[in-house]
């Protein structure tokens, strides 16, 4: 039996505008700008409260612990807690911004998860995102590995994969570039992976203005470690215009449920050559 489950980050007491999202462009001119953490953590279990309505199972994962002071520490800034905010307050706001930051709370960065149904070996699998484009997301697999171990412990059949090495060329921003398409059974599925770069030089047109979050290279290696069939999987170039408008992730462009796909005009480079 197939089961499909929503996962929601709580927004921490940390939230701010830091203006660290790649190719965000919201976030960039939301920069500096009040925040209100409670006021967003009540809207985030607001949504959760109404999906779990419509019958969907809901989980919310609860904010890593804030400031990461490791990783404070691992860029240069020691001594005491004082000392270290203070020196990188001085030194390196965007580091001390990405110390506080609280973009855990979009779990669709978390991981790409494929079903049993889709691998050759007949397992789950889930490959935590490395996340290595942006200041202030990269550690956050080491954070959420724990919460996801522990929400799959009583999957017997499953594999949960390391995230890709951090080097550019696998940048990998989890399940926001990938999506799922099956027949009304649920389990004949189609993988279909949005890569925004390739650094093999493959794209034939990159975009100007904002670096690609996702690469060509991750989705493959993914595929690869989930096993899966290359006669239904996909990968799609995400439009370059798009990207250089800000949408820097697939799921802000286009979304899939079951056997149904939404997408913009310019979702995809050539897409209707490829699907």
Not at 9 to 15: D, R
Not at 31 to 38: D, G
Not at 69 to 85: A, K, R, Y
Not at 227 to 256: C, K, M, W, Y
């Amino acid at each position: 039996m197939l089961i499909e489950i929503n996962i929601d980050g709580l927004v921490g007491p940390t939230h701010h505008f830091g203006g660290l999202g790649v190719g965000n462009v919201a976030s960039l001119e939301h920069q500096n700008q009040v925040s209100r953490p409670q006021q967003a953590a009540l809207e985030g279990l607001q949504k959760a409260w109404l999906i779990a309505s419509l019958g969907i199972p809901q989980f919310v994962f609860l904010p890593p612990l804030r400031p990461r002071l490791g990783f404070l520490s691992e860029i240069g800034f020691l001594g005491s807690v004082q000392e270290q905010l203070a020196a990188a307050c001085a030194d390196a706001p965007r580091g001390l911004s990405a110390a506080f930051s609280s973009a855990f709370m979009w779990m669709a960065n978390a991981a790409t998860v494929t079903p049993s149904s889709d691998s050759a070996d007949g397992r789950m699998h889930c490959t935590l995102a490395n996340l290595i484009s942006s200041w202030h997301r990269a550690s956050e697999a080491a954070e959420r590995a724990p919460q996801l171990e522990s929400l799959l412990s009583g999957i017997e059949n499953k594999q949960i994969h390391h995230p890709l090495p951090s080097i550019l060329p696998l940048r990998d921003e989890g399940a926001a570039n990938h999506m799922r398409l099956c027949n009304r059974s649920g389990r004949i599925g189609f993988n279909v992976f949005v890569y925004g770069g390739d650094d093999d030089g493959v794209a034939s047109q990159p975009p100007n203005r904002f670096l690609p979050r996702h690469t060509r290279a991750a989705s493959q290696a993914i595929a690869k470690l989930h096993q899966l069939p290359t006669e239904r999987t996909f990968f799609l170039q995400q439009h370059p215009l798009a990207i250089d408008a800000g949408v820097f992730h697939n799921d802000v462009i286009a979304t899939s449920c079951d056997h149904l796909l939404l997408h913009h005009e310019y979702a995809f480079f050539q897409g209707e050559s490829e699907l």
